[in-house]
């Protein structure tokens, strides 16, 4: 033995391995590629969601964020319905500020309900949002893409669809999101028909709504209508929209318009902040969850002045700020605490939570794309976080959706999937009798517990290369990105269409069609 | 506002942000690359532990590893003294078997310290180890490298001491760790006393000692003894070194000497089951805690029967197999599981805890790299590892140390330290005064409050990029690992040796000189 024993170790454990390895590098790549993840419409996590403030401190931040909301009030800008709603609920409203009695929104929130289903086309990709709960949904919002070859362009509604069937490909994602790429070839007033279209055709999974005007919050309603029936939508959710605040302590008339039509409809909205910390809250991780709270909350409230018991999620969005460049920075340890203590806030609250996803200020997906992915991920994972946006695909800050990112983080959400089972204490899962079968100095390779449980027992990853350095070598000395490029390219080949009814497919293209003659372009 | 309002809010965020910012691209790469980090001798966490397993399913595999240790038992093999220790502390001995009645070992251990000093030659720099502390150690036995070049390679002493002098100049790295990589240049026989010689050399942080042979650790210990001075040697711990189990169920002769000459000297031994599940252990989390608690616990207990009250730390290294290919897989879900099993069971009883680090099956510094090693870092510093081995360099499942791997997980080890300091809640954080003064629809760059915090406000990684694509791109388009290699240089270039009194340098040297004239060299 050498210093390096556990090198030794590790060596005698590839090499004992490998006899039970049967074909070769190009059958493995391929069984690799094929592996049939567990997919499951969404996950329900074993593990408890993991408290990273005490309870003094839940009450500080509390009672700090009450007499914010007093004294500082928040802003509901160019909404004058807003306003008068919230002076009728008993809130004291001066110009286009309202100021909250301590617990009025609290009161207000408990009409939401903690858990609801977003309803899929596909019964069997419905999802359930909240209590122990994560459905994980793809990058939202980037106007350009890294496509296939890498370059770096302006995303167009083909890149937008290519997404969204990778996403309909992957295991490991449970919703088809929204704008997981801006589609820049089709004018601003039209795109959102195309976005919901595409959702619709090209999936089966849950989708997200407009936001950018009311206007085209009620299209993507009245799609959803056609889809699923008028009925069915007033009394199930069936959209779940993006209404970000205007932080700080804002929420302006463009995301008021879009709330309200879905709240009104019955559709749920997640009210998220959204901060770069330092610039748009204080720089303290206690400063801005007191802030998150504020704006949070009262959005939520807002939602339930709408319609009582429309379903609604508090969300946040939190990146610190580089104070040499000013550049935002993801992946920092003070957001991720700023997710897991908002997240405490939402269950303290009976609230279905979004956060997280695999942000990234890369602009390649190389390791520090892997490394920032996830630090945001794990502290998602482990604070409980119900409803997962950005979860895949996402790079540079957000300026670009990545389908070779999309593969990579994909994976990782299948790894994540795993350890949120915990661990299994079955009889099985104890393997007393293999132990006591191989005894000491042996190897379990061949034993029958482990030919019994071998198939399920280790996550497999499809895009990470465990094989010896010669094999990869040969193989091409491919990096990650280069593996997860492969692995798109055959899933997009593998892609078969949804079936549609016919009936509603023509009824939505008319609709559009009809939406699109009704006006000119417009590009802002 | 377009569907990218995260997008457009960001982008705004970052053009707000840009006015605080001074000086050009090149002040602003100077500035991260001195960016100084705060240099802690160790880290306290503020954070509890996170648990895995509930009280019933401790309950469970506690029961079954004692019916294991008593009906299977541990061979400990070539050591006829072991056996009759082992024998005369009330065990049945069989052959080499040794079989543990009931709670045997428990009682045994109960001698261990919880925590311990290992005293470094700067006092400054010496760690605690047990309890909420985390010591971050270098990766420990390649016997390849990759240097600045990229190129994989046997490594030298030149690389060693390059290695050394790296985490020396890290500031989240507490520990210069024992056999950083292989010096391949240097017989087997011989090597033990140049790698000792450097950490104490080019290092003043607290080191681990050669244990692949009883007299190579005695070797050890009498070179700590000219440092520190044999009564200081034999009253404290300035040694911790690595004995790994050779899993299933045995401890072998090799390793029952170091750990034997080390208990006996006072120094501590981390017993560490080394895993491949699936190959030496069953292929499930559970079976893999139960034997993990079968052979540490036998094996921390054997270190009190040397000494009692002798420093000594439980560890466990575990990964999965891929069953597809036979190799062992990094950062996957079940060794999270494991680990933080493991730890839970390490807390219960009193033991510091060794496991963790910056694990990873891929060949170069890539996304593979870094999302499997922050697979690892995670469960590890949430679990609440005492000492974490690989924490940094670890490249293709250790086979190689890297150099600009080391440098991109030492930023992740500075992030986690930051993450684990928990969540201030001081007046100054709760920052009600930033809230006030700013108000709905403003910024906080220039408040007073931003004004006063900003410099230690956020964690500032020093190899990631966060600038604009633009400036990026500008800037020669590195990816993380190019920009790594950079800081690796220009560390290197300001590295100073730290001082060493004339008079025990020369003593060593003498040593080591007279040591290697008595034997001729050997390469096995």
Redesign the interface.
């Known amino acids: 033995?050498?210093?390096?024993?556990?090198?030794e170790?590790?060596?005698e454990?590839?090499r004992?391995?490998?006899?039970?390895?049967s074909g070769g590098a190009s059958a493995?790549r391929q069984?690799?590629t094929d592996a049939k993840l567990e997919s499951l419409p969404y996950i329900h996590r074993q593990?408890e969601p993991?408290?990273?403030?005490?309870a003094?401190?839940i009450e500080?931040?509390e009672n700090?964020a009450d007499?914010?909301m007093e004294?500082?009030?928040?802003?509901y800008?160019d909404d004058e319905e807003a306003l008068k709603m919230w002076k009728d609920a008993g809130a004291d409203v001066k110009g286009d500020?309202v100021h909250f009695p301590k617990g009025l929104c609290r009161e207000l929130m408990k009409t939401a309900p903690p858990t609801f289903t977003q309803h899929a086309r596909n019964p069997a990709r419905s999802v359930e949002i909240g209590g122990k709960n994560t459905v994980f949904a793809p990058v939202?919002?980037?106007?350009f893409v890294r496509g296939f070859d890498g370059e770096?362009r302006y995303a167009t509604i083909e890149d937008f669809q290519t997404l969204v069937k990778l996403a309909y490909m992957a295991p490991a994602m449970h919703h088809s999101g929204?704008?997981v790429c801006?589609p820049c070839d089709i004018a601003?007033n039209k795109?959102?028909l195309d976005?919901v279209y595409s959702h619709i055709k090209y999936s089966d999974k849950p989708f997200m709504g407009?936001?950018?005007a009311p206007e085209r919050a009620e299209d993507t309603v009245k799609m959803a209508q056609m889809l699923f029936g008028e009925e069915f939508v007033d009394q199930n959710c069936v959209l779940v929209s993006?209404v970000?605040c205007?932080?700080?302590?804002?929420m302006?008339g463009?995301?008021l318009g879009a709330l309200k039509t879905y709240a009104r409809a019955n559709q749920a909205s997640i009210v998220s902040p959204?901060i770069?910390?330092?610039?748009?809250?204080?720089?303290?991780?206690?400063?801005t969850?007191?802030?998150v709270l504020c704006e949070a909350t009262s959005g939520v409230a807002f939602s339930q002045l709408c319609r009582p018991g429309s379903p609604v999620i508090m969300g946040t969005?939190a990146?610190?700020?580089?104070?040499?460049?000013?550049?935002?920075?993801?992946?920092?340890?003070?957001p991720?605490?700023v997710l897991m203590?908002a997240a405490q806030f939402a269950r303290r609250y009976n609230l279905p939570f979004r956060s997280g996803g695999s942000l990234t200020?890369?602009?390649?997906?190389?390791?520090?794309?892997?490394?920032?992915?996830?630090?945001t991920l794990?502290p998602a994972m482990?604070g409980g976080v119900n409803f997962m946006l950005h979860s895949a695909g996402w790079l540079?800050?957000?300026?670009v959706s990545s389908f070779d990112k999309f593969i990579?983080d994909c994976d990782?959400l299948a790894?994540?999937q795993?350890?949120a089972n915990?661990?299994?204490?079955s009889e099985?899962?104890?393997?007393?009798s293999?132990?006591?079968e191989?005894?000491?100095?042996?190897?379990?390779?061949g034993c029958e517990?482990?030919q019994n449980?071998?198939?399920t027992?280790?996550?497999?990853?499809n895009?990470?290369?465990?094989?010896?350095?010669e094999q990869?070598e040969i193989e091409g000395?491919l990096?990650?990105?280069q593996r997860a490029n492969k692995i798109a390219h055959s899933w997009l080949e593998k892609y078969e269409i949804p079936a549609l009814d016919p009936g509603v497919d023509d009824a939505l293209q008319e609709f559009i069609q009809n939406k699109k003659d009704s006006m000119p372009d417009a590009f802002t």
């Open positions: 033995m050498t210093d390096a024993t556990e090198q170790n590790g060596t454990g590839r004992s391995g490998r006899r039970g390895a493995r069984a690799r593990l993991m408290d990273v403030l005490s003094e401190a500080i931040i700090n007499i914010l004294e500082v009030g928040v802003v800008s500020r939202y919002g980037p106007p770096r929204g704008t801006e601003v795109r959102h976005m407009s936001v950018t993006l970000n205007n932080s700080p302590m804002t302006d463009t995301m959204f770069v910390g330092g610039a748009m809250s204080p720089v303290t991780v206690a400063g969850l007191t802030q969005f990146t610190s700020i580089s104070m040499q460049s000013g550049a935002p920075a993801f992946g920092t340890p003070e991720g605490q203590g200020g890369a602009k390649l997906p190389d390791a520090q794309a892997a490394y920032e992915s996830a630090n794990w482990l540079e800050g957000g300026l990579m990782q790894a994540a795993k350890f915990g661990i299994d204490m099985n899962a104890q393997a007393m293999a132990i006591r191989v005894g000491p100095g042996s190897h379990y390779l517990h482990t449980n071998f198939k027992a280790f996550y497999a990853s895009v990470a290369d465990n094989n010896s350095f990869w000395k990096q990650n990105d």
